[in-house]
């Protein structure tokens, strides 16, 4: 198992697969993702952003800063100040003092607060892909599991308390579909994180609203059938959260995916909601992510898979191995006509023989290469070869095209 775990660790090969890399005088949990790493995330969150649209998800685009009086509202400030990076000095009270954001949901509160809402308003559902800054212990780094500054499909929903456990499950049906989709859906866990009540100043909020907030999430949690575990203490400071767990090749486990209930910042900020009789309230929030961090998910994608990524995330889908010189001609004709497709798509055209450019295209896990030579060119056809199943024989374009089209249309996992 451990030589396995070293195989398939993404600290090792998504740096020679060339996912990412990190630089010292960059800084540690600051990784930079180079072309192919950056490509995987790029198709992750234009798929996460379209379906997050399908479920009335309403996009937002918010500073990556603050004055300190935002995380003094929110609680942050006197709650998680040693995890922010702060810009100036936190004790000086007469200059202005910054800090970049750890979460998203006090500045999504603000398009809330734009204006006065009714209860036709909600349910609200805002969504956005944010950059984060948290300052991470050095000695909890590791590759893109765990970084200082990360990307996140995060969102924050407000609604009434009759539409809580309609939108909670809504949260994760959309989670569960997207680690499905992803193929980590079998690896994952649940953990329903309470708040410790010996630990009073971890929290804000009074006893009652704790037990009213944890007895409405364990009733939703048993109402949908989950099998959990409570995790005395793991509640952010606000609220109780589903953390929906995951282990990485070396058995640590770490949080993908979150799911909260709180109840106590939309009194913090002022957010209410005029009700059916006229009277104002308060909404509840659910704060969530869909697919937790980008980066971590990589991370965890590139263990599952070994690199060899299912075809629709793979950074190239297709490697063009002609022969010899003669056939590039045709070799970019084809490259042509799948780029039109949409296709990922290189040419080794090196002087190399072709037994080394297949060897290289397998090592790189490239789905599908095409072998050109002499019969190709003359016949119109493309030699396919699979990393798994081998040589598939040759086809016409249309035909492979056709047959990759369906792979990657219903993301297909071979």
């Not at 993404?10 to 180079?34: A, S, W």
């Not at 799911?259 to 909601?273: H, R, V």
């Not at 119109?380 to 492979?400: C, Q, Y």
């Amino acid at each position: 198992q451990q030589e396995e775990a070293k195989l398939r660790d993404h600290n090792k090969i998504g740096r020679e697969l060339e996912y990412f890399t990190t630089v010292d005088y960059i800084g540690q949990g600051l990784p930079i993702l180079l072309p192919k790493g950056a490509k995987v995330v790029q198709i992750m969150q234009r798929w996460v952003e379209d379906v997050e649209a399908k479920h009335g998800c309403q996009l937002t685009k918010t500073p990556y800063m603050a004055k300190r009086e935002l995380y003094k509202i929110s609680g942050h400030w006197d709650h998680y100040l040693d995890g922010m990076f702060v810009l100036g000095d936190p004790n000086d009270e007469t200059k202005e003092c910054f800090a970049l954001r750890p979460m998203t949901c006090p500045f999504q509160y603000q398009v809330y607060l734009n204006r006065q809402r009714s209860y036709r308003d909600l349910p609200m559902r805002l969504g956005e892909t944010s950059t984060l800054f948290r300052n991470e212990d050095s000695g909890e780094m590791h590759g893109l599991i765990r970084v200082r500054q990360f990307t996140i499909s995060e969102g924050h929903l407000m609604c009434t308390p009759d539409q809580l456990e309609d939108e909670f499950r809504s949260c994760l049906e959309l989670a569960t579909f997207m680690l499905k989709t992803l193929g980590l859906y079998e690896d994952a866990s649940f953990r329903f994180s309470k708040w410790d009540p010996n630990d009073r100043e971890k929290y804000i909020g009074t006893e009652e609203q704790w037990d009213e907030a944890q007895s409405k999430m364990k009733n939703i949690l048993d109402d949908l059938g989950i099998d959990y575990k409570v995790g005395i203490g793991e509640a952010a400071f606000y609220g109780p959260k589903l953390d929906i767990q995951i282990k990485n090749v070396y058995g640590k486990e770490d949080t993908l995916i979150t799911i909260q209930i709180d109840q106590m910042l939309a009194e913090k900020f002022g957010m209410e909601y005029v009700d059916k009789d006229g009277s104002k309230k308060n909404p509840y929030i659910i704060h969530r992510t869909s697919i937790g961090c980008y980066e971590r998910t990589l991370a965890l994608l590139i263990e599952k898979y070994a690199g060899a990524f299912p075809m629709w995330l793979a950074p190239v889908q297709v490697k063009l191995l002609p022969v010899a010189d003669r056939h590039l001609d045709y070799v970019y004709e084809i490259k042509k006509a799948l780029d039109a497709c949409g296709m990922r798509v290189e040419v080794d055209s090196r002087s190399e023989k072709i037994g080394y450019k297949i060897r290289e295209a397998q090592l790189e896990k490239v789905p599908y290469m095409f072998i050109i030579g002499d019969k190709d060119v003359e016949a119109n056809t493309v030699s396919v070869r699979h990393r798994k199943e081998g040589d598939l024989g040759a086809m016409k374009l249309e035909d492979f095209i056709a047959m990759a089209q369906k792979e990657i249309s219903t993301k297909e996992i071979k």
